[in-house]
């Protein structure tokens, strides 16, 4: 049962443009989540986070935006860069559960 | 960077040997955690450990035990290894309380032949 879901497995934007990148979660007692991102042979590295208790963080270009009554986040890029061409998985966990629940993944892919 | 390192960085065996993946962190962190990585199902919990021979068993457990004799290290063993257990293996590792980031290794690639 995925609790954490990314539907969409690939994502291609133009430069300059803005990424959207879409989670959804089931489990209600979700109550942080996070954005990592993953290039080619290297570990996952933290992006951005957000606690139920805010609807928006940001942090520089990125943003992430929760909806709690719908179980949805996105992570916003704007402008989105060559560099920003990697996986992005999105995290959740549970107050009290120090575990880490990951969504499949998705890559994007920024052209120039 | 966060002062995590997993040994060996790439390793091919054969079916039915043991293996044992570490993890070394110099952080001090209480929470270590195993992680697989498979394309279509993202990165799956396998073992954490809350504390020195405190751990307990993730979403894909079966064929894989952990140990952790010292804060700093924290080793998964594969049994035996089986093909469905080709795969890429991260060690992270996490601190404080419940809101906060883990950090990550970078990774260990074992294909099992």
Same mark, same amino acid.
């Given at each position: 049962?995925?609790?954490?879901?990314?539907?969409?497995?690939?994502?291609?934007?133009?430069?300059?443009?803005?990424?959207?990148?879409?989670?959804?979660?089931?489990?209600?007692?979700?109550?942080?989540?996070?954005?990592?991102?993953?290039?080619?042979?290297?570990?996952?590295?933290?992006?951005?986070?957000?606690?139920?208790?805010?609807?928006?963080?940001?942090?520089?270009?990125?943003?992430?935006?929760?909806?709690?009554?719908?179980?949805?986040?996105?992570?916003?890029?704007?402008?989105?860069?060559?560099?920003?061409?990697?996986?992005?998985?999105?995290?959740?966990?549970?107050?009290?559960?120090?575990?880490?629940?990951?969504?499949?993944?998705?890559?994007?892919?920024?052209?120039? | 960077?966060?002062? $995590?390192?997993? +040994?060996?960085?790439? *390793?091919? &065996?054969?079916? /039915?040997?043991?293996?044992?993946?570490?993890?070394?962190?110099?952080?001090?962190?209480?929470?270590?955690?195993?992680?697989?990585?498979?394309?279509?199902?993202?990165?799956?919990? $396998?073992?954490? +450990?809350?504390?020195? *021979?405190? &751990?307990?068993? /993730?979403?894909?457990?079966?064929?894989?035990?952990?140990?952790?004799?010292?804060?700093?290290?924290?080793?998964?063993?594969?049994?035996?290894?089986?093909?469905?257990?080709?795969?890429?293996?991260?060690?992270?590792?996490?601190?404080?309380?419940?809101?906060?980031?883990?950090?990550?290794?970078?990774?260990?690639?074992?294909?099992?032949?």
């Amino acid at each position: 049962d995925q609790q954490v879901k990314q539907n969409s497995p690939s994502l291609s934007v133009q430069e300059g443009r803005i990424s959207i990148l879409n989670c959804d979660y089931t489990n209600s007692m979700f109550d942080y989540f996070l954005w990592y991102k993953k290039y080619p042979a290297e570990g996952p590295t933290f992006l951005i986070s957000i606690s139920s208790i805010k609807d928006k963080n940001e942090d520089g270009r990125f943003t992430v935006f929760l909806n709690k009554s719908a179980k949805h986040l996105s992570l916003h890029i704007v402008p989105s860069q060559p560099g920003d061409s990697a996986v992005y998985f999105c995290a959740a966990s549970a107050q009290g559960a120090q575990k880490l629940v990951f969504g499949q993944g998705t890559r994007l892919t920024i052209n120039p | 960077d966060a002062g $995590i390192t997993q +040994s060996p960085r790439h *390793k091919v &065996t054969e079916t /039915g040997t043991p293996v044992t993946l570490r993890c070394h962190q110099t952080e001090n962190h209480r929470y270590m955690y195993w992680y697989r990585q498979d394309p279509g199902h993202g990165l799956r919990l $396998i073992h954490y +450990s809350y504390g020195v *021979k405190d &751990t307990d068993k /993730g979403e894909v457990s079966d064929g894989y035990s952990v140990s952790r004799s010292k804060t700093e290290d924290f080793l998964l063993t594969l049994e035996s290894a089986t093909s469905s257990q080709t795969s890429v293996y991260f060690c992270a590792i996490k601190g404080g309380g419940w809101n906060t980031e883990a950090f990550f290794g970078q990774g260990t690639r074992l294909t099992v032949v």
